[in-house]
């Protein structure tokens, strides 16, 4: 129970007494010194704690004077307070049950209850290097091992105040300070980590996107790299703006002649793909092409798109590629970063239209980034020499682009990167 100190440090006798002249020698006692000097902003108590802890170490003395140094109380010790006194030099100063004495300071000792308190219901996750404890109160408080891990999503129950801070109760086991909740989704900061710790290599440039926040975490994703069929992917966005722009439409039909093969950023019409690799003067749907190249990366496909439905890359292809893209996406070099081909992608999702659907069903789905992952993802993937690429949107819980990128790795090492990043964000 509280007790006032003004109620501990009385009463003080006023004794009724003839004084026989002015100049009579009158002394104040130590306790009215303290009384009639007590200043408004004094760092005293004005009610004894009744949960008294330290927020350092604190030196106890044999004495009320504070002469006589003794143990110190270090945080979190129990300790006790049962008196009050002023000492010669007007100060303030707790007996306690072991018969030391300490200044009362508010700056030193504090009471470690709880001030207020709230009940919500909240969802937060918690940041990197959080402790659990026990309880809010911090001479009661025990570090905990439980399952909570950094960046997971937890429910908050309670909120209470004390004198150390803000704390939050979570998921009905563990109390946290509140300074390691974070109100935001921060599990982006969890691939940072990953990629960071795990994936620095030369070898390898990763870019990751949260579409519904715009956060971002990579390493080396502004690496440039022979981009392989991954640049392929400017082509199919270009042709999806001019099927939206209805400046052509899935069912027009293309004729495959050899003009289809010469112009600049043209493939060579070897490699994967089902289409003739000669000219063959046959007619191809514009819809059939996306397929093809989506599907199955086709070369003769993505050559007829480029000539025919993305204008042979002219200025406007470049113009409107390169504003997605960051900067110029060269068609003939196909050089690249793991970002710009991630923003490609990203821009792909966004018109949610006909390429999208043909990106979502390949035949590379049991390869790299779809592999292993248990939601849907659309791909595409880039071989060429030593060069091996996935680019993808994961349609998790919140879909987000994951862009990888490698030199001399292999398919397993993408699928490995797609399932740790996927691991988090899933």
């Known amino acids: ?9 009385s009463p ?4 009724a007494a003839p004084v026989g002249s002015t100049e009579i020698p009158f002394e104040l006692s130590n306790q009215m010194n303290y009384q009639l000097n007590y200043k408004e902003y004094s760092t005293d108590f004005q009610t004894i704690p009744s949960n008294p802890n330290v927020y350092e170490e604190v030196d106890t003395y044999l004495d009320k004077e504070l002469t006589i140094p003794f143990r110190k109380i270090k945080p979190n010790s129990p300790f006790s307070i049962i008196g009050v006194d002023v000492n010669s030099q007007n100060q303030l100063v707790f007996q306690l049950q072991d018969k030391r004495y300490v200044v009362a300071d508010q700056t030193r000792i504090y009471d470690d209850i709880i001030v207020a308190h709230r009940v919500v219901s909240e969802k937060a996750w918690l940041k990197k290097n959080v402790t659990l404890y026990s309880s809010p109160i911090a001479n009661q408080a025990k570090k905990l091992s439980l399952d909570s891990k950094p960046y997971q999503e937890v429910t908050v129950s309670e909120i209470v105040e004390t004198h150390l801070g803000f704390f939050a109760k979570i998921n009905s086991k563990a109390w946290v300070h509140l300074n390691d909740l974070s109100r935001s989704d921060n599990r982006i900061e969890a691939v940072q980590d990953l990629l960071t ?8 440039a990763v870019y990751v996107k949260k579409l519904s926040t715009g956060e ?4 080396n994703q502004e690496k440039m790299m022979y981009a392989a069929s991954v640049a392929k992917l400017p082509t199919l966005y270009y042709v999806q703006e001019n099927i939206n722009r209805k400046k052509i439409n899935l069912t027009d039909s ?12 043209a493939y060579e019409p070897e490699g994967s793909g089902s289409i003739d690799k000669i000219p063959d003067n046959q007619k191809y749907r514009i819809d059939d092409l996306i397929d093809r190249t989506a599907k199955e990366s086709d070369n003769v496909a993505s050559n007829l798109l480029g000539y025919y439905a993305a204008d042979k890359f002219d200025k406007r292809f470049y113009q409107e590629t390169t504003r997605i893209a960051g900067q110029k996406w060269d068609m003939v070099s196909r050089m690249a970063s793991a970002e710009m081909a991630g923003l490609m992608m990203e821009a792909i999702y966004r018109q949610n239209g006909y390429v ?5 069903a390949t035949n590379f789905d049991d390869q790299r980034i779809a592999r292993d992952i248990d939601v849907k993802v659309a791909h595409k993937i880039g071989d060429a020499y030593d ?13 987000f682009v994951l862009s990888i990128f490698t030199d001399q790795m292999t398919y397993d090492d993408i699928s490995q990167i797609a399932n740790d990043v996927y691991g988090i964000l899933k």
């Open 1 to 9: 129970m509280k007790k006032q100190l003004i109620w501990l440090i």
């Open 254 to 265: 293309v004729k495959y002649v050899k003009e289809t093969e010469d112009f600049d950023g």
């Open 387 to 399: 060069f091996k690429h996935d680019v993808a949107i994961v349609y998790a819980k919140e879909p």
């Open 356 to 360: 999208l659907e043909s990106l979502s």
């Open 12 to 15: 003080i006798l006023f004794a």
């Open 216 to 219: 971002t975490a990579g390493v």
């Open 197 to 204: 710790t795990k994936y620095s290599s030369k070898n390898i």
